[in-house]
């Protein structure tokens, strides 16, 4: 009897282990595809967000223009505003316009369309108008320099992506919050670049820098031990920043004394 | 690029990540096994021979005939289908699939073979496959799940 049935060899209609290495190979090059690809995308909308005409910014944030309240105190803030930004040379394509919110927080920040919003609590804090307009000046520079819609662009190609690699699939949830939660700040590379244009502004409008790192002094008291060392932060460390003003104004021979003004009963 | 932003992206590639790497292991060491079993049981002494004839050899005393079947449903689990997705990608073998089918296949002719000795057969002629997919949950490249059938005529001898 010739008939038998003999074991054929493993690994001949399937490939063993072939799916684990599939697997393997697949995932990591996917991810790093994908990290490849988004690098990419911040880089290319970053870059070529600069000619996106500033009319579109405007439309997209006309609605703050109607929170906007004619005081007196905004009054001086955008007087002083305009005047940075004729020494510090705003691209004469950009306009600026100073709102002001009733909020403790010392801070300002700069938005689409070329909006600034400064807190009540900075107009609080800082000792001198040098002070007030420094940070005011760092946040003209963001717009000189339209880093809001570098980031908005940025913002708008990591959600696009996030949505064609998660959108159809369960995670899209988790991508989706993740999404919400991300506010993009600004690179440190943005910052320094917002500080050096500041600190020229200041030193063309008054002739001297003294009082410009004042808010910094301030937050370096604040600061506590416990902070986040400067390459986890976005914001640069406090330190490193009065240092590089100071380096800067010696380096321009920018003049670090001289008379203080002091900010108008207005706006306390 | 800032960490924020990174995680915005990162944290669910890390969730998904997860995911995978536990359907991973997981495959991984139930593939194993079930080719184990499989090897272990084609190779066990006294098993039923199975042919593609369909003629049984005219030497043989007239035996009696009988239909035997062996039937496997086999579902492609998420990260198979993940795998096979990326496969669609790049092309090339569908490894992920492949073993799945092979492993189908070699089981369900494992069940004739049952199916023959329990009506105390040492031979089945005229082995045919016959596989159908079954429809997943009517998502995106659906193929849920797939059956794969053996069949053949037994020939229980005559004593």
Redesign the interface.
């Given at each position: 009897m010739g008939?038998?049935?003999r074991?054929p060899p493993?690994g001949i209609?399937?490939?063993?282990q072939?799916?684990?290495?599939?697997?393997i190979l697949?995932?990591l090059?996917?991810?790093a595809g994908?990290a490849l690809l988004?690098?990419l995308v911040?880089l290319v909308l970053g870059w070529s967000a600069r000619w996106i005409p500033f009319s579109w910014e405007q439309s997209l944030s006309a609605s703050l223009n109607e929170q906007r309240e004619p005081t007196e105190r905004t009054g001086y803030l955008q007087t002083l505003a305009d005047d940075l930004a004729r020494a510090g040379g705003l691209n004469p394509e950009l306009s600026l316009v100073v709102h002001h919110q009733a909020q403790d927080t010392v801070n300002a920040f700069a938005t689409l369309g070329g909006h600034i919003i400064v807190l009540d609590g900075l107009l609080e804090k800082v000792e001198s108008e040098q002070g007030l307009a420094f940070v005011l000046a760092h946040e003209i520079a963001h717009i000189h320099y339209r880093h809001p819609l570098q980031n908005a662009a940025?913002q708008a190609g990591?959600g696009l992506?996030?949505a064609l690699?998660?959108g159809?699939?369960d995670?899209n949830w988790?991508?989706g919050s993740?999404?919400q939660?991300?506010?993009?700040?600004y690179?440190r590379d943005m910052e320094r670049e917002a500080d050096a244009w500041a600190l020229q502004a200041l030193y063309n409008h008054y002739g001297h820098v003294a009082g410009a790192d004042s808010l910094f002094r301030w937050l370096a008291e604040q600061q506590q031990a416990g902070a986040l060392p400067e390459w986890?932060s976005?914001h640069p460390d406090t330190g490193a920043r009065l240092e590089r003003l100071e380096q800067l104004s010696t380096a321009l021979g920018y003049p670090t004394d001289g008379p203080l003004t002091t900010i108008p009963s207005v706006t306390r | 690029m800032n960490t924020l932003m990174s995680l915005q992206l990162l944290g669910p590639l890390l969730f998904g990540l997860v995911l995978l790497a536990t359907g991973f292991v997981s495959g991984r060491i139930l593939e194993r096994r079930h080719y184990q079993r499989i090897i272990e049981a084609e190779t066990r002494p006294g098993q039923v021979m199975v042919f593609s004839e369909r003629l049984p050899p005219p030497e043989l005393k007239p035996p009696h005939t009988q239909l035997v079947m062996g039937s496997v449903v086999v579902s492609v689990d998420y990260f198979k289908r993940f795998i096979a997705a990326l496969r669609l990608l790049v092309g090339g073998r569908l490894n992920s699939y492949e073993s799945l089918i092979d492993r189908a296949r070699r089981e369900a002719l494992l069940r004739l073979r049952e199916e023959a000795a329990a009506l105390g057969a040492d031979r089945v002629f005229n082995i045919k496959f016959e596989t159908a997919a079954i429809a997943g949950r009517g998502r995106e490249n659906s193929v849920g799940s797939l059956e794969v059938l053996a069949y053949g005529t037994v020939l229980i001898p005559q004593h």
């Amino acid at each position: 009897m010739g008939y038998q049935n003999r074991q054929p060899p493993e690994g001949i209609n399937y490939e063993p282990q072939g799916w684990q290495r599939d697997f393997i190979l697949l995932v990591l090059g996917f991810a790093a595809g994908l990290a490849l690809l988004t690098w990419l995308v911040i880089l290319v909308l970053g870059w070529s967000a600069r000619w996106i005409p500033f009319s579109w910014e405007q439309s997209l944030s006309a609605s703050l223009n109607e929170q906007r309240e004619p005081t007196e105190r905004t009054g001086y803030l955008q007087t002083l505003a305009d005047d940075l930004a004729r020494a510090g040379g705003l691209n004469p394509e950009l306009s600026l316009v100073v709102h002001h919110q009733a909020q403790d927080t010392v801070n300002a920040f700069a938005t689409l369309g070329g909006h600034i919003i400064v807190l009540d609590g900075l107009l609080e804090k800082v000792e001198s108008e040098q002070g007030l307009a420094f940070v005011l000046a760092h946040e003209i520079a963001h717009i000189h320099y339209r880093h809001p819609l570098q980031n908005a662009a940025r913002q708008a190609g990591l959600g696009l992506i996030s949505a064609l690699v998660f959108g159809r699939s369960d995670l899209n949830w988790i991508a989706g919050s993740g999404g919400q939660l991300a506010m993009l700040d600004y690179s440190r590379d943005m910052e320094r670049e917002a500080d050096a244009w500041a600190l020229q502004a200041l030193y063309n409008h008054y002739g001297h820098v003294a009082g410009a790192d004042s808010l910094f002094r301030w937050l370096a008291e604040q600061q506590q031990a416990g902070a986040l060392p400067e390459w986890l932060s976005t914001h640069p460390d406090t330190g490193a920043r009065l240092e590089r003003l100071e380096q800067l104004s010696t380096a321009l021979g920018y003049p670090t004394d001289g008379p203080l003004t002091t900010i108008p009963s207005v706006t306390r | 690029m800032n960490t924020l932003m990174s995680l915005q992206l990162l944290g669910p590639l890390l969730f998904g990540l997860v995911l995978l790497a536990t359907g991973f292991v997981s495959g991984r060491i139930l593939e194993r096994r079930h080719y184990q079993r499989i090897i272990e049981a084609e190779t066990r002494p006294g098993q039923v021979m199975v042919f593609s004839e369909r003629l049984p050899p005219p030497e043989l005393k007239p035996p009696h005939t009988q239909l035997v079947m062996g039937s496997v449903v086999v579902s492609v689990d998420y990260f198979k289908r993940f795998i096979a997705a990326l496969r669609l990608l790049v092309g090339g073998r569908l490894n992920s699939y492949e073993s799945l089918i092979d492993r189908a296949r070699r089981e369900a002719l494992l069940r004739l073979r049952e199916e023959a000795a329990a009506l105390g057969a040492d031979r089945v002629f005229n082995i045919k496959f016959e596989t159908a997919a079954i429809a997943g949950r009517g998502r995106e490249n659906s193929v849920g799940s797939l059956e794969v059938l053996a069949y053949g005529t037994v020939l229980i001898p005559q004593h």
